[in-house]
């Protein structure tokens, strides 16, 4: 199936997996005018939404392409705050779509409810893992999010990583402020630059890609716990401090 991103918002990703007959799967449609432009203009039909979570940069676009295509199967987690749904999925559900099948994996952290999709070596993951960063904790806890990031990096390495956010650069800057000495993060941050200059999208990038440079699938590295370290002042006590240490770290940085 052809992988599309399609910009929405100033930096949201709508991912489109088109099949060869013209039929597709939209991921996390904050908007509907994206997903509309596009359908037209390369003559395919959405049949499924996956939704990832409740924020609305990535489910405001539903109501509008249910109208539009009112048999439309929404999948979402069991989130009273996701309204739009027609069906409802958890941790280990397995979907059949379009000749694909996407695993769906329970990744608390950035909102307690949050799921990722993975299928036909890609994985749909919203606002969990990003390029060369990860997402907020908005309602989990350090120790969800971690072990969620850590699910994820478990996955295969040549896993595609198509996450909600064109965040890499900026990613990329606290990446490089925490591990200078990185050779692999150098070479992205470099690829990353060229992309974006070429108004092309940082997006897929690999998991071994990420496992290679993203500070937050590195919590257990020496260079990694040392530099949380000499932030904080004192050593963390495992790696959960590490990891929560790392995210606070980010939360505050200014380029």
Same mark, same amino acid.
């Given at each position: 199936?052809?992988?599309?991103?399609?910009?929405?918002?100033? @930096?949201?990703?709508?991912?489109?997996?088109?099949?060869?007959?013209?039929?597709?799967?939209?991921?996390?449609?904050?908007?509907?005018?994206?997903?509309?432009?596009?359908?037209?203009?390369?003559?395919?039909?959405?049949?499924?939404?996956?939704?990832?979570?409740?924020?609305?940069?990535?489910?405001?676009?539903?109501?509008?392409?249910?109208? %539009?295509?009112?048999?439309?199967?929404?999948?979402?987690?069991? @989130?009273?705050?996701?309204?739009?749904?027609?069906?409802?999925?958890? @941790?280990?559900?397995? *979907?059949?779509?379009?000749?694909?099948?996407?695993?769906?994996?329970?990744?608390?952290?950035?909102?307690?409810?949050?799921?990722?999709?993975?299928?036909?070596?890609?994985?749909?993951?919203? @606002?969990?893992?990003?390029? *060369?960063?990860?997402?907020?904790?908005?309602?989990?806890? $350090?120790?969800?999010?971690?072990?969620?990031?850590?699910?994820?990096?478990?996955?295969?390495?040549?896993?595609?990583?198509?996450?909600?956010?064109?965040?890499?650069?900026?990613? =990329?800057?606290? =990446?490089?402020?925490?591990?200078?000495?990185?050779?692999? *993060?150098?070479? %992205?941050?470099?690829?990353?630059?060229?992309?974006?200059?070429?108004?092309?999208?940082?997006? $897929?990038?690999? *998991?071994?890609?990420?496992?290679?440079?993203?500070?937050?699938?590195?919590?257990?590295?020496?260079?990694?716990?040392?530099?949380?370290?000499?932030?904080?002042?004192?050593?963390?006590?495992?790696?959960?401090?590490?990891?929560?240490?790392?995210? %606070?770290?980010?939360?505050?940085? %200014?380029?």
């Amino acid at each position: 199936m052809r992988l599309s991103a399609l910009p929405a918002f100033e @930096d949201n990703y709508i991912w489109a997996l088109v099949s060869e007959d013209g039929r597709a799967i939209v991921v996390d449609p904050g908007q509907a005018a994206p997903v509309l432009a596009a359908a037209q203009s390369e003559g395919w039909a959405p049949e499924a939404v996956l939704l990832t979570h409740h924020h609305n940069d990535h489910i405001g676009g539903v109501p509008e392409l249910r109208a %539009r295509w009112p048999g439309l199967a929404v999948y979402a987690p069991e @989130d009273p705050r996701i309204d739009s749904a027609t069906h409802r999925v958890a @941790d280990g559900d397995r *979907l059949d779509l379009l000749g694909e099948t996407f695993e769906v994996l329970a990744v608390p952290g950035h909102t307690l409810s949050h799921v990722a999709y993975v299928g036909g070596g890609r994985l749909f993951c919203g @606002d969990t893992l990003f390029s *060369l960063g990860c997402g907020r904790m908005f309602e989990g806890t $350090p120790a969800q999010m971690l072990g969620s990031l850590s699910r994820l990096a478990a996955l295969p390495g040549q896993t595609e990583v198509c996450c909600g956010h064109e965040y890499t650069l900026g990613n =990329a800057a606290f =990446a490089l402020h925490v591990d200078p000495a990185n050779a692999a *993060l150098q070479r %992205r941050h470099t690829e990353a630059q060229a992309m974006r200059d070429a108004a092309r999208p940082t997006l $897929p990038t690999t *998991l071994s890609s990420e496992q290679a440079t993203n500070p937050f699938l590195r919590t257990a590295q020496a260079q990694i716990r040392q530099a949380v370290a000499a932030h904080l002042g004192q050593a963390p006590a495992d790696e959960v401090e590490v990891f929560a240490g790392l995210r %606070r770290w980010k939360d505050g940085f %200014r380029a």
